[in-house]
């Protein structure tokens, strides 16, 4: 199965710049689709990104204008740029990559997380 591992979260004041990043034990490039997502306390988990095999992205409402999404196939590895950090945005980001296997089945894997904290 696919192993994932996040990096790169930590402390940043609002206002500020954090890039994760999300390296993959497999080549990416055969996974359907790799997104970020996040949660904080109290609150329900929420897609925040997500970029398919073909390049295609998707951003919450929220973040648009303001986050990234990229993948590197060559380094096996997702980005998330985030520009410009709100406190509320504080949550343990996760990465996930989704892989089609069928027209009607789909295989996740999820990354343990990391922890991103805006201060105020």
């Known amino acids: 199965q696919v192993q994932l591992v996040e990096s790169g979260g930590g402390l940043v004041q609002a206002g500020g710049t954090l890039r994760l990043s999300c390296a993959a034990s497999e080549s990416i490039s055969k996974i359907t689709v790799m997104s970020w997502h996040r949660q904080a306390p109290g609150k329900q988990r929420e897609l925040v990104a997500s970029?398919?095999?073909?390049?295609?992205?998707n951003y919450a409402d929220s973040v648009k204008g303001r986050f990234t999404i990229s993948r590197d196939d060559a380094k096996n590895t997702v980005y998330l740029q985030m520009n410009n950090l709100k406190p509320e945005e504080t949550a343990v980001y996760s990465c996930k990559a989704a892989a089609l296997r069928s027209r009607t089945s789909v295989d996740s894997y999820w990354g343990q997380g990391t922890q991103v904290t805006v201060s105020s």
């Open positions: 970029i398919t095999k073909g390049g295609n992205t």
